[in-house]
Nanobody
Framework: VQLQASGGGLVQAGGSLRLSCTAS????????MGWFRQAPGKEREFVAV????????YYTDSVKGRFAISRGSAKNTVDLQMNSLKPDDTAVYYC??????????????????WGQGTLVTVSS
């Protein structure tokens, strides 16, 4: 499975961006697709995840109420709608696929496939 993320860019604080990630292979109902981010000088951190079959979502606390993860309209696509963006949201955003829902989905090690990342810059 290859993942292609897109939609990053420069936005002012309070603005919105929509990221998309398309998987080249099939995503099964037992899989999950998630988003992580890595800010300059910091470790990569979990942002959001959606279980592919049931559509259950989970977010890190700092983005709850501002970000929304969903299955995209195109096949094997996941979107991340980001609203009320803050300078602290500046990071490279990565999409990833987990092949099991049994492992902790906020951990990087639970994911098998990763996209190349897309840069989001939020200016103050």
């Amino acid at each position: 499975v290859q993942l292609q993320a897109s939609g990053g860019g420069l936005v002012q604080a309070g603005g919105s961006l929509r990221l998309s990630c398309t998987a080249s292979g099939h995503i099964f109902s037992s899989d999950a697709m998630g988003w992580f981010r890595q800010a300059p000088g910091k470790e990569r951190e979990f942002v959001a995840v959606i279980s592919w079959g049931a559509g259950v979502t989970y977010y890190t606390d700092s983005v709850k109420g501002r970000f929304a993860i969903s299955r995209g309209s195109a096949k094997n696509t996941v979107d991340l709608q980001m609203n009320s963006l803050k300078p602290d949201d500046t990071a490279v955003y990565y999409c990833a696929v987990a092949l099991s829902l049994a492992r902790p989905l906020r951990l990087e090690t639970s994911y098998t496939y990763w996209g190349q990342g897309t840069l989001v810059t939020v200016s103050s």
